[in-house]
């Protein structure tokens, strides 16, 4: 996928109350959810891709998501482009 072209950025929640992302680029929808999206940024952390957040953030995270999993391997792969 380009830069040049659109995504539909929307949200939605499950029956569950999870909240769920949905990205479209006008031939196929992906669903993700937040707790994904969190878990990744959490990856792109640990591997130095992004600054370091606060601990107390991502505690903060953890109990309000109690599936979120903030102690992730540091043994990860990344593919990078």
């Not at 999870?18 to 999206?37: A, H, P, S």
């Not at 990744?40 to 107390?56: S, W, Y």
């Not at 903030?70 to 990078?80: F, R």
């Amino acid at each position: 996928m380009t830069q040049n072209q659109l995504i539909e950025k929307k949200h939605c929640e499950n029956v569950d109350g999870t909240l769920v992302f949905e990205l479209n680029n006008g031939q196929e929808t992906l669903g993700l959810e937040l707790t994904t999206i969190l878990q990744m940024v959490r990856i792109a952390e640990r591997q130095h891709f992004i600054p370091p957040l606060e601990e107390k953030w991502w505690n903060q995270l953890q109990q309000r998501y109690p599936e979120l999993q903030v102690d992730i391997d540091e043994h990860l792969q990344i593919k990078n482009k």
